[in-house]
């Protein structure tokens, strides 16, 4: 027994009880803090309200990884012909965890936070060259807005951002001789039936008025930025699906407004029109911008190997952003087509998205 109740007679120490184990989102924090750590960029440091952030990266993405493993396993049972299935289960354990951790830190230190709406979101593309996941993060419109104000020369003071249909007023109003600030007039004269999409515009507002600035696009414009194969889930149109080994062909609204909107937010937040301040640019943001482009390499490929063909995670609510599917990663240096390494065009599973299996209980971070 314990003398003073300070010890046992297996040695425990009854003043100190045992600490309480951490949980997977703890752990997956040590794992990033562990893995940056070891790369190229030594030692890191992270506020507590960035590891929160850490931690609310590890639910999200364990929650895309089990909706991909769900798609993976569903698309593997309808494909007629099962040399086309994905064989990688979508799993931390697959998972290119190095390259996450570097993201994740950088940008958690930008204040990107995937449990608000719309800021930040995992998207995994399997690399066949290296057997792994490569996890994307993709920022949503408001991560989009958080960044561009936070990184501007000049931050606004309001940004407005609507569509234009074709029974709603717009007028806009340029700087000239009848007028010092850039402006615009727009009333929505049938709210419950607007009408078709004509185009969209964004206003941004300083504190000096003078320097108000009105972006304008037309439904061409929007129409330009959409990807190649754009999938008809989010921007309308004819959708092809296999359906007891035959493909079968329907047609779907999408979400088009949604699409639309969001793509006149992203230009109306570019640097084109919100300048980025050159004394503000660190190591985070040169990594986003890193990123950014390997994501529209990605897609690109993707698109090339029948990314039309992909599913997309929910198709059957509005999408927060962007592209959220699990296609392949392309490999390093572009493979001709037909090589073997592809499925071919209109094949059951050519261009599989990533496909989905239950992520371990206990993962071993």
């Not at 204040?111 to 593309?125: E, K, R």
């Not at 004819?238 to 006149?264: A, P, Y």
Request: net charge negative; glycine share 8%.
């Amino acid at each position: 027994m314990a003398e003073n109740g300070k010890n046992t007679g297996d040695g425990k120490n009854l003043d100190k009880p045992e600490a309480p184990k951490p949980n997977n989102a703890e752990r997956f924090t040590a794992l990033v803090m562990r893995q940056f750590g070891s790369g190229a960029c030594g030692d890191i440091r992270l506020a507590d309200y960035q590891k929160v952030l850490v931690q609310g990266y590890f639910i999200a993405i364990d929650r895309a990884l089990k909706t991909a493993e769900e798609a993976r396993l569903a698309k593997n049972k309808a494909n007629a012909d099962h040399k086309y299935d994905n064989p990688l289960p979508c799993t931390w354990e697959n998972v290119n965890t190095l390259d996450l951790a570097l993201d994740v830190v950088h940008y958690a230190r930008m204040g990107l936070d995937m449990m608000q709406a719309n800021h930040l979101f995992p998207i995994p593309y399997r690399n066949k060259k290296t057997n792994k996941y490569d996890m994307t993060l993709m920022q949503g419109y408001n991560g989009i807005k958080l960044v561009a104000e936070n990184y501007a020369v000049e931050k606004p003071t309001a940004v407005t951002v609507e569509l234009v249909y074709s029974n709603d007023t717009f007028l806009p109003i340029k700087k000239g001789a009848s007028s010092n600030v850039e402006s615009y007039e727009f009333a929505i004269e049938n709210p419950f039936d607007r009408g078709e999409i004509l185009g969209g515009f964004g206003y941004i507002e300083y504190a000096d008025p003078a320097k108000n600035k009105l972006v304008m696009m037309s439904m061409k414009d929007i129409m330009k930025r959409k990807p190649a194969y754009a999938a008809a889930e989010f921007w309308g149109g004819k959708v092809k699906k296999w359906e007891g080994g035959k493909q079968v062909e329907s047609e779907t609204e999408g979400w088009l407004d949604e699409m639309c909107r969001k793509t006149v937010i992203r230009e109306v937040y570019g640097a084109k029109h919100m300048p980025v301040d050159p004394k503000k640019i660190d190591d985070d943001y040169q990594r986003m911008r890193l990123r950014e482009a390997r994501q529209a390499e990605l897609e690109a490929m993707a698109e090339v190997d029948e990314f039309a063909n992909a599913i997309p995670i929910d198709p059957d609510t509005p999408p927060d952003d962007g592209i959220p599917f699990v296609p392949d990663a392309p490999p390093e240096e572009t493979p001709p087509r037909g090589n073997g390494d592809t499925a071919a065009p209109n094949a059951p599973g050519a261009g599989d998205a990533q496909e989905p299996a239950q992520m371990p209980i206990a993962p071993n971070f």
